[in-house]
């Protein structure tokens, strides 16, 4: 039963695996397609305010954002604007970016994640059973472990 599951788990990880190098790919091979960058980013779906996409900015990345375009840096406000409140973060692959105007209360935001970080995770499973089938060693179940330290 347990070993049902852990392969179960594997081919999950593989197939979600597989599908974020395609995505990859894709958004490098659709960058280089498009004519000197004109479009940045490519919108996926959108349920309401909320939309996904991808762009080819930073070396591929899943966009997460409240308009109908993300926020991908530039001008806000001017120098000593009040009514602009912009707050961020931008490290290892993250990007985001939060703009409140106190004015008409309107919000954007805008969240981008690195493709590296899913192909990473969803990696991990499968490599690690093709090393145990490499090596010629069952995975470990909870119970077998059990077994061999008593």
């Not at 958004?27 to 909320?50: C, E």
């Not at 899943?62 to 840096?73: A, E």
């Not at 954007?108 to 990473?120: A, E, F, K, N, Q």
Request: proline content about 3%; overall charge positive; aromatic content about 16%.
């Amino acid at each position: 039963m347990k070993k049902n599951f852990f392969k179960r788990c594997v081919c999950v990880s593989m197939v979600l695996f597989l599908a974020f190098v395609v995505l990859y790919v894709f958004v490098l091979v659709n960058d280089s397609i498009s004519s000197a960058g004109s479009r940045a980013y490519w919108s996926g779906f959108s349920m309401g305010k909320f939309h996904v996409g991808t762009t080819s900015r930073w070396s591929g990345g899943l966009l997460f954002f409240n308009q109908k375009m993300p926020y991908m840096g530039s001008i806000v406000s001017f120098a000593g604007d009040k009514n602009v409140v912009e707050r961020g973060l931008t490290a290892w692959g993250l990007y985001f970016r939060l703009i409140k105007h106190t004015d008409t209360n309107e919000t954007w935001w805008t969240l981008m994640v690195s493709l590296w970080y899913p192909i990473i995770i969803f990696g991990i499973l499968p490599a690690v059973y093709l090393v145990q089938k490499l090596r010629g060693t069952k995975p470990v179940t909870q119970s077998e472990g059990a077994k061999t330290r008593a």
